[in-house]
């Protein structure tokens, strides 16, 4: 649990640190194939948008990884860009030297930074550092970063609407963990609180990339026109929340915490993406690409949400290691009865989007 500003609480969503069969470090795959999707696009970002100028009197180029984790992934993401910067470099001739790189890894303070540098590569070409804070606001200094990455990130939110926590409201989300299936009061509120989290974020990077550099984030999203309850992402987490329901139904887990406890995320569609960067206006959209996810089976699936999230839930509900373990055995069981409806055609997509500072 963790108070916001307003002082509601609200389940921190960090990631299982450490390494063990649970851990974020050990069960990520399927993010780092959307990062390995998305490398060929980045060096295409690079290759026709990147203009050397911008640290060619710096002689230091200067890279963020927002929402780092704790590794490995982001030592793959920085090092695509790091790559294409080099070639860039090395195709302009004598007319531009290939920099020194800085990688400024930055999450929640809560995140394992320990295990991150732990594992960071011993044959890196950058030099290393760890930025702890929410990028829902500042945490560099003005212009002072030529490209910032973030991968499965941006999606989350700074904190659960209220309203849905009410009992009085008529957003309250009872009995569910996310917003998908719920009513339009609580979708609304949960599209708000991404209105202003975005407005935030992209307000907080204007400040902090230099004119002309880059910003490239992967998120899972929606395809436009698709109800919220009709994606992947959604559809697996309202999965996830029958289960808890069904440990609660056996008196097993509490159900006035099921009752309070949402999934902070929001899962946007490209038309809504476009709408936040025009409408702060210090940006252009130089690639907005759909990207199809890759389909795991159950059993990886489960795990892989277990790495991301089973912490949170074992935290936030008390839990015992073999309630957790009862849980996601169940999980298991209902993604691969209902496989085929999970991945329904069209519904399971990444965003691939590039930004520039304009202004």
Same mark, same amino acid.
């Given at each position: 649990?963790?108070?916001?500003?307003?002082?509601?609480?609200?389940?921190?969503?960090?990631?299982?640190?450490?390494?063990?069969?649970?851990?974020?470090?050990?069960?990520?795959?399927?993010?780092?194939?959307?990062?390995?999707?998305?490398? $060929?696009?980045?060096?295409?970002?690079?290759?026709?948008?990147?203009?050397?100028?911008?640290?060619?009197?710096?002689?230091?180029?200067?890279?963020?990884?927002?929402?780092?984790?704790?590794?490995?992934?982001?030592?793959?993401?920085?090092?695509? @860009?790091?790559?294409?910067?080099?070639?860039?470099?090395? =195709?302009? =001739?004598?007319?531009?030297?290939?920099?020194?790189?800085? @990688? %400024?890894?930055?999450?929640?303070?809560?995140?394992?930074?320990?295990?991150?540098?732990?594992? &960071?590569?011993?044959?890196? +070409?950058? %030099?290393?550092?760890?930025?702890?804070?929410?990028?829902?606001? +500042?945490?560099?200094?003005?212009?002072?970063?030529?490209?910032?990455?973030?991968?499965?990130?941006?999606? @989350?939110?700074?904190?659960?609407?209220?309203?849905?926590?009410?009992?009085?409201?008529?957003?309250?989300?009872? =009995?569910?963990?996310?917003?998908?299936?719920?009513?339009?009061?609580? @979708?609304?509120?949960?599209?708000?609180?991404?209105?202003?989290?975005?407005?935030?974020?992209?307000?907080?990077?204007?400040?902090?990339?230099?004119? =002309?550099?880059?910003?490239? %984030?992967?998120?899972?999203?929606?395809?436009?026109?698709?109800?919220?309850?009709?994606?992947?992402?959604?559809?697996?987490?309202?999965?996830?929340?029958?289960?808890? &329901?069904?440990?609660?139904?056996?008196?097993?887990?509490?159900?006035?915490?099921?009752?309070? %406890?949402?999934?902070?995320?929001?899962?946007?569609?490209?038309?809504?993406?476009?709408?936040?960067? !025009?409408?702060?206006?210090?940006?252009?959209?130089?690639?907005? !690409?759909?990207?199809?996810? $890759? +389909?795991?089976?159950?059993?990886?699936?489960?795990?892989?949400?277990?790495?991301?999230?089973?912490?949170?839930?074992?935290?936030?509900?008390?839990?015992?290691?073999?309630?957790?373990?009862?849980?996601?055995?169940?999980?298991?069981?209902?993604?691969? !009865?209902?496989?085929?409806?999970?991945? !329904?055609?069209?519904?399971?997509?990444? &965003?691939?989007? &590039?930004?520039?500072?304009?202004?």
């Amino acid at each position: 649990m963790a108070e916001t500003d307003h002082g509601i609480a609200y389940p921190v969503p960090k990631i299982n640190g450490g390494s063990d069969r649970y851990s974020y470090s050990k069960n990520s795959n399927f993010q780092r194939k959307a990062i390995d999707c998305a490398k $060929e696009l980045i060096n295409k970002a690079i290759a026709e948008k990147l203009d050397v100028n911008i640290f060619a009197s710096s002689k230091t180029f200067r890279l963020a990884d927002l929402g780092c984790a704790a590794g490995p992934n982001t030592f793959f993401a920085v090092q695509n @860009v790091i790559d294409a910067v080099e070639l860039k470099c090395q =195709g302009q =001739g004598e007319s531009c030297q290939v920099p020194e790189f800085q @990688v %400024f890894f930055n999450d929640l303070a809560l995140n394992d930074f320990n295990q991150l540098f732990q594992s &960071l590569p011993p044959e890196r +070409r950058y %030099f290393a550092a760890g930025v702890p804070g929410v990028f829902h606001g +500042r945490i560099f200094p003005c212009d002072s970063i030529h490209f910032v990455h973030s991968s499965y990130a941006v999606q @989350v939110l700074s904190r659960v609407p209220k309203e849905v926590l009410d009992k009085e409201s008529p957003a309250w989300n009872r =009995g569910r963990i996310n917003y998908s299936d719920s009513p339009d009061e609580v @979708v609304k509120c949960f599209k708000a609180q991404y209105a202003k989290d975005m407005e935030s974020f992209l307000k907080a990077r204007a400040k902090e990339i230099v004119l =002309g550099g880059l910003m490239a %984030f992967i998120v899972p999203g929606r395809p436009n026109g698709t109800p919220h309850s009709e994606t992947f992402v959604n559809r697996t987490t309202t999965l996830l929340g029958s289960c808890l &329901l069904d440990m609660a139904n056996k008196g097993k887990v509490s159900h006035e915490k099921l009752d309070s %406890f949402n999934m902070p995320t929001y899962f946007a569609s490209p038309e809504e993406l476009e709408e936040f960067v !025009e409408r702060n206006g210090c940006f252009s959209v130089e690639i907005m !690409e759909i990207q199809e996810q $890759e +389909r795991p089976e159950p059993k990886k699936l489960s795990s892989t949400i277990r790495g991301g999230i089973g912490g949170i839930i074992k935290e936030y509900f008390g839990l015992e290691e073999e309630i957790s373990d009862e849980i996601f055995d169940l999980f298991q069981k209902k993604l691969e !009865e209902h496989s085929s409806f999970i991945f !329904e055609s069209g519904n399971a997509i990444n &965003l691939f989007v &590039l930004l520039k500072r304009v202004v």
